[in-house]
């Protein structure tokens, strides 16, 4: 998509070079923000956002604000994607792909023509290669940002919920995700996740995650949410939200809890469709609510809302992130909360289906959000606004209230006093052991063991020596070793037994699930990887099949706890809660005995055959 803005297509300044500064200079910033750093300067960095600020910091960002064109404010509204590896010299790949879908050839061009306040970072928009080449992208976006007339500082954003969803792997430290933490129960390791989690992203230059998940899972069929939820009893979520909140805002990253109203009661993706969420008014206020409420009484720097229709909040059938009703009227006035409002990314279906792309991003600014996440097309939305407020249908005094809200948040993580990172800082943060070590602990508290039939588990490497490993390998979700298969046949292996791995896929054919067969006459116990087991499934005919050779079988989950009900022949069965290597080496070492299960089931599991009936309730885990 090519974006039909009419502003300047101005080149980066200077000729294209590494993103590093040679002396990441403080000077730079504070020329760029003249009048403002001195009165900043005595502000404490670790208040909230969503609890006011000093009235003499407010007063020399309203200031900042005076001196803005129209135009620079509309930029400070969007936070946008762009690819490359770099702020300047990105291969051609995506120079190709910026000036397809953006209008601009580089990061730098893209604030340069846009004066966007924030840009999100993707591994498939190869902006996130390895540690040191993220640090150098973020400094020359931030140098780039400043050179321009009354340039500041960028909010750098991405999605690092850990589990399932994160955008920075390895060497960076990766942690078992919500539904584990869930499942492990400790408020101290959500915190640290948040903390260590949170220290490593600003050694790169992210200031702002879009993490925790605040949803109440209480959907099995849920296509987009599930395990990337901590469960599904609404206080446990709400402790463990507030948990990862403090860590980390107190790393200096802004949190940002999702999706509000709520989107863990949804059969649809909205992604793809536009989900319907039938809760009542009293069922919405004692479920979905209470981990957002929490999240704002930990003083949660950003919220983002949901393309979700929610009818007893707003009858009009719009989705949350253009409803005023839902947007003003009950996350500000109702829950108090005034911080920063993130829309969830505009080009997703949930959004797009009942107005025009044109429309999105001037109805989410009057249903009160600040921030507009990743339109599909810069250029429409950006004018859109822009013509918006010269038509009378938006005020400026309304972009103001939202650019000071974005404007407090960089002030609160120190963005306008230095935004650059250095490469010590990255050496000395970034997957460090003491921080691997972390990961690997929480882990092990997480895994959780729902059957096991005669003391299968732990296995003895001498009366089961060999151990074939078979199963789905989806890809890394996190940039990690992988595929999950090899994975844990390596563990096993480094554990004295002598493993083997063969990847059957998600889908394994007839063939392939008889060259499993075969070759589990040759192993003395299978640990067969499940990856979201249906009832007419081939992954469910593989296990039966397996289970029929006589062979020991244990069953790991390596996504949605919910398989269990589809294969109770197993001998043995653990919940991973995902398919990271943190999470399957821990998995790994439980089957072993290296460690023993603790954990316990955040959500519960129905019974396949009757899901009135619940086979495994919250709680519900096994120990040795």
Known sequence: MRDSSTGSTARPNGPAEPDRPSAPSRRTVLAATAGITAALAAAPRAHAAGTGTRPGDDKALRALISRMTLEEKVGQLFVMRVYGHSATAPDQADIDANLSEIGVRTAAELVAKYRVGGII??????????????????????????????????????????????????????????????????????????????????????????????????????????????????????????????????????ATAKHFPGHGDTAVDSHFGFPVITHSRELWSELDAVPFRAAIRAGIDSIMTAHIMVPALDPAGDPATLSHPIVTGVLRGELGYDGVVVTDALGMEGVRTKYGDDRVPVLALKAGVDQLLNPPDLGVAWNAVLNAVRGGELTEARLDESILRVLRLKAK????????????????????????????????????????????????????????????????????????????????????????ALSTGTAP??????????????????????????????????????????????????????????????????????????????????????????????????RADDPAQVLYPIGYGLRY
């Open 121 to 254: 970072y993707f591994a498939w928009a190869h902006n996130t290669r390895d540690p040191h080449q993220i640090a150098a992208l973020s400094n020359g976006i931030q140098r780039a940002s400043l050179a321009q007339p009354r340039g500041l500082p960028v909010l750098i954003s991405t999605d690092q919920e850990h589990g399932i969803v994160a955008r920075v792997g390895k060497p960076a430290t990766l942690f078992p995700g919500a539904m584990a933490l869930g499942a492990g129960g400790s408020r101290a390791d959500a915190r640290t996740v948040g903390r260590i989690g949170g220290a490593e992203l600003r050694a790169i230059g992210i200031t702002q995650d879009y993490s925790p998940d605040a949803d109440v899972n209480v959907n099995p069929a849920n296509p987009v949410i599930g395990v990337r939820s901590f469960g599904a009893d609404p206080e446990a979520v709400a402790g463990l939200v507030a948990a990862e909140v403090k860590g980390y805002q107190g790393s200096g990253v802004a």
């Open 509 to 606: 054919s007839a063939a392939t699930i008889d060259k499993a067969v075969a070759a589990a006459a040759g192993a003395d116990a299978v640990v067969a990887l499940t990856y979201n087991l249906t009832a007419t499934g081939s992954q469910k005919t593989l296990v039966e099949r397996l289970v029929a050779t006589g062979v020991p079988v244990i069953a790991v989950a390596i996504r949605n706890p919910y398989d269990i009900a589809q294969i109770p022949g197993a001998g043995a069965f653990l919940a991973s809660y995902s398919w990271t290597d943190v999470e399957v080496r821990a998995a790994a070492r439980v089957i072993a005995g290296r460690v023993h299960p603790r954990g316990r089931l955040p959500v519960a599991v129905q």
């Open 413 to 500: 993580h120190g963005l306008l006093s230095d935004p650059y990172v250095s490469d010590a800082d990255v050496d000395r943060v970034v997957g460090i052991p003491e921080h691997l070590r972390a990961a690997d602990r929480i882990a092990e508290r997480t895994t959780t063991l729902l059957v096991n039939e005669e003391g299968l588990l732990p296995l003895s490497r001498r009366r089961t020596p060999r151990v074939l490993v078979v199963g789905a390998d989806p890809a890394s979700p996190s940039l990690s070793d992988g595929p999950p298969t090899t994975v844990a046949a390596a563990t096993l292996t480094g554990l004295g037994f002598t493993a083997t």
